[in-house]
């Protein structure tokens, strides 16, 4: 037994052994939590898009959606490290996206959102894109999930096997038929749970390229592949609130819907400036929805901040489920629910890639530190990305401006000096090597640097 699957081990004990004592009560309320995967900001009809989307938009008409939630990364994986533990993905073991057949994953002390909701009796499943490691240890049913039915990473990555738990069930999965697969999956878990109460995370792999809807939603939108997906995509989501209505459960269970990040090729970030694999907020700035209609007000749009981290935290709050050891950099935001759009008392929210911290936001301010010497679709440079330090810091006002566009450094310098304090001070808790690049980084943070003082940032 190596060190990964013994402290695995350990913690599934620990937490077998909680879930034991805990009480099983059908008071505490279901939870689905549904991740799109490269969802822009502006690619559903509730968020001024052009591609229709009625279940979802009916979904944001009965509950709360947010104008301002970030994910907590730009790129896939880190992403939902941070989505399903409540801390950024550079303390979890994923600070770069994974790919088939790497050694690494979510680190085996990290707590995920179905081990947490295990030690309080759920039932747990998962239908859909993993994404955060395929070695021994690091599977969906080695971190909390009793039932698995997906991949275990993107769609366009090879190999391509669909899996149920830990067997193969087609070795190259078809495109055409996944989405359905999926919602077939998602709703039978939620008939099948019976008096338990449950949790279903359904990350889907919808829209993220390749475009492949099935053959009964192919050419009927007139926006193309990219909105024959996205119909599905809402198709599915109809087909999950309905099962919840059919089976008594609609009032009990809280849904939210949300991205990992925002979109790459295809897909729209609305207004907002950049997409998928940029600190701009076109890239992190993504849709979040939530329902439940016997606790959260119908009708309501709030303009709070809010991030993908607070996730976890706020299920906690809302589930009554004690929340795990390690410290969290979500925060409990259940209060937005309920209409409240006052700042909450939090950190600088921080805009990492790999290691690199490239933006910190403290309310309704936004600073950029550093950058890539490219754009996230264009080809990589000859000498490869490195990671750019800013002559000089730029702040935006993302309140009057969320399209990024006007720099007003110059006439607010004590902003940006308490933002870079509160950050150094954050900083402290991180591993070594992201203290180590922000060094760097801010030592070559002078005017007229070059792509000779650059800082290379690894694997992307």
């Not at 690619?43 to 959606?65: F, K, N």
């Not at 993993?130 to 599977?139: A, E, F, N, V, Y």
């Not at 979500?330 to 008392?345: K, P």
Request: glycine share 10%.
């Amino acid at each position: 037994m190596n060190r990964r699957q013994f402290f695995g081990t350990a913690a599934a004990g620990a937490l077998a052994s909680v879930a034991a004592r805990a009480q099983n009560s059908r008071s505490r309320p279901n939870v689905v939590l549904i991740c799109a995967d490269d969802l822009g900001y502006g690619d559903l009809g509730c968020y001024g898009s052009r591609i229709a989307t009625p279940h979802i938009d009916q979904m944001a008409a009965e509950g709360v959606r947010f104008t301002q939630c970030n994910a907590a990364s730009s790129v896939c994986s880190p992403a939902r490290a941070g989505l399903l533990t409540g801390r950024y993905a550079t303390r979890t073991g994923v600070p770069g996206v994974l790919s088939p057949g790497e050694d690494g994953g979510l680190a085996s002390g990290e707590i995920t959102l179905a081990q947490m909701l295990k030690t309080v009796g759920y039932r747990t499943g998962l239908a859909g894109k993993w994404h955060l490691g395929d070695q021994s240890g690091t599977k969906p049913n080695d971190r909390g999930f009793d039932d698995f039915f997906g991949l275990l990473h993107s769609h366009d990555m090879w190999p391509r096997p669909l899996m149920a738990n830990r067997q193969t069930v087609e070795e190259t999965t078809s495109l055409e038929a996944l989405t359905g697969r999926l919602t077939s999956h998602a709703t039978r878990f939620i008939r099948e749970s019976g008096e338990q109460p449950f949790f279903l995370y359904l990350p889907h792999v919808a829209p993220h390229i390749p475009l492949v809807a099935a053959r009964s939603f192919q050419k009927k939108s007139p926006l193309g592949p990219y909105g024959d997906v996205m119909a599905e995509f809402d198709w599915s989501i109809g087909e999950v609130l309905k099962t919840l209505r059919e089976t008594g459960q609609d009032d009990n269970t809280i849904v939210m819907l949300t991205s990992d990040n925002g979109p790459w090729y295809q897909g729209s970030p609305g207004r907002l400036r950049g997409r998928k694999g940029e600190s701009y907020e076109g890239g992190l700035r993504v849709p979040l929805i939530a329902r439940m209609p016997s606790r959260i007000p119908a009708g309501q749009v709030n303009d709070g901040f809010v991030s993908a981290l607070d996730v976890l935290p706020t299920i906690a709050a809302l589930t009554g489920t004690p929340l795990p050891s390690k410290p969290l950099d979500g925060i409990d935001i259940s209060a937005r629910f309920a209409g409240d759009s006052g700042d909450l008392h939090r950190e600088p929210f921080l805009y990492f890639d790999y290691w690199s911290l490239q933006c910190a936001r403290l309310g309704r301010w936004k600073v950029h530190f550093s950058r890539y010497n490219f754009r996230a679709w264009s080809p990589e440079p000859i000498g490869g990305r490195v990671n750019l330090p800013l002559p000089r810091p730029e702040l935006y006002d993302l309140v009057d401006d969320p399209e990024e566009a006007y720099d007003c450094a110059e006439t607010n310098p004590a902003v940006i000096t308490d933002i870079r304090e509160r950050v150094e001070k954050s900083l402290r808790s991180f591993p070594d090597v992201v203290q180590g690049v922000w060094q760097a980084t801010m030592s070559r943070s002078v005017e007229g640097s070059t792509p000779a003082g650059a800082l290379p940032v690894g694997k992307p």
